[in-house]
């Protein structure tokens, strides 16, 4: 069965770090590009960061710009999202996302070929 899984999520105080992780089984990723969303409770998920394929494509929501990296390790089959100084509104629920990249990297806004089941994570003192 072809899936993402997530994890990583959970409680961190504000001005700490988390580092989110999207695994891949049943296929490899090595020729997909990746995305993050973050989803608010009863809003529609949010692009916040990509990457292509060969992971030299990145690309960041300016929420998160300068705070988060995004990083692959395709011989792990896993996508990473390094988040630090995190702030309270980063809380929500993170998803992965993967789509055959055809050499324009990860587009947030089309149908996606695989979709995690997400991860929580919560920002506050």
């Known amino acids: 069965q072809r899936q993402l899984v997530e994890s990583g999520g959970g409680l961190v105080q504000p001005g700490g770090s988390l580092t989110l992780s999207c695994a891949a089984s049943g296929f490899t990723l090595d020729y997909y590009a990746i995305g993050w969303f973050r989803q608010y409770p009863g809003k529609e998920r949010v692009g916040i960061a990509s990457i292509g394929e060969g992971g030299a494509m990145t690309n960041y929501a300016d929420s998160v710009k300068g705070r988060f990296t995004i990083s692959r390790d395709n011989a792990k089959n896993t996508v990473y999202l390094q988040m630090n100084s995190l702030k309270p509104e980063d809380f929500g629920v993170y998803y992965c996302?993967?789509?055959?990249?055809?050499?324009?990297?990860?587009?947030?806004?089309?149908?996606?070929?695989?979709w995690g089941q997400g991860t929580q994570v919560t920002v506050s003192s």
């Open positions: 996302a993967a789509d055959i990249d055809y050499g324009s990297g990860f587009e947030f806004h089309k149908v996606h070929d695989y």
